[in-house]
């Protein structure tokens, strides 16, 4: 009776180790997919931790945010499938939409999975990026032309401005100062008709 309780002990101890040391994979580590298709996630304990469990599913939205932080997922488009002795074991997200995108992690007890990120996009309309293209070299163009004529303009402006300022500080020609100052000489010489006026010695004004 000692022994067979003693083994019962054993393997409920060995149970507690292996559930305390579990290690999950998940498969794969990441998902790109087009918007509308169907997504599958698998993940389990790996081999060596075989034993029965029960997944639960998480998704956060990166791989660093803290295991507080993630959601547990839920919803119409959200599906579970077992496989073997691991309950939830396949994620399915049906019609999967752009705000799926994320990581999606894997819980088992206190155990998390390495996580899976989805990335959904949607289809490219080949027709419309070419439009798109051309639309944006075309205003980088009208962009470049544009700023040339401007620069243009700003030139002529200030070449404008430099030739008025020149035509009012022109320097003028040279002037002849005494021009027009002609001295008049009372029909002879300036000297020689001085005496004319010139009165004698001794002569009595006027008014004398």
């Not at 119409?76 to 496989?83: A, K, L, S, V, Y």
């Amino acid at each position: 009776m000692r022994w067979l309780l003693a083994g019962c002990c054993g393997l409920v101890l060995i149970h507690f180790s292996a559930a305390q040391n579990l290690t999950l994979v998940q498969r794969p580590r990441f998902y790109g997919v087009k918007i509308h298709r169907t997504v599958q996630i698998y993940c389990g304990p790996t081999p060596q931790h075989n034993m029965p469990a029960t997944v639960q599913w998480y998704k956060a939205e990166a791989y660093d945010k803290e295991p507080e932080k993630r959601a547990e997922v839920s919803g119409e488009r959200i599906g579970f499938h077992n496989r073997s002795q691991t309950e939830n074991a396949f994620l399915y997200i049906k019609n999967v939409q752009l705000q799926d995108s994320g990581v999606y992690f894997c819980k088992v007890n206190d155990a998390w999975g390495p996580g899976t990120q989805l990335v959904a996009v949607r289809p490219v309309d080949l027709p419309q990026a070419l439009y798109r293209t051309k639309m944006k070299d075309g205003l980088i163009i009208f962009q470049g032309l544009l700023l040339a004529v401007c620069i243009a303009a700003l030139l002529l402006r200030k070449q404008t401005l430099w030739e008025k300022n020149d035509s009012i500080y022109e320097e003028p020609e040279t002037d002849h100062i005494y021009e027009g100052l002609a001295i008049e000489t009372c029909g002879g010489g300036l000297y020689e008709e001085l005496s004319v006026y010139a009165q004698a010695e001794g002569a009595e004004a006027p008014w004398e």
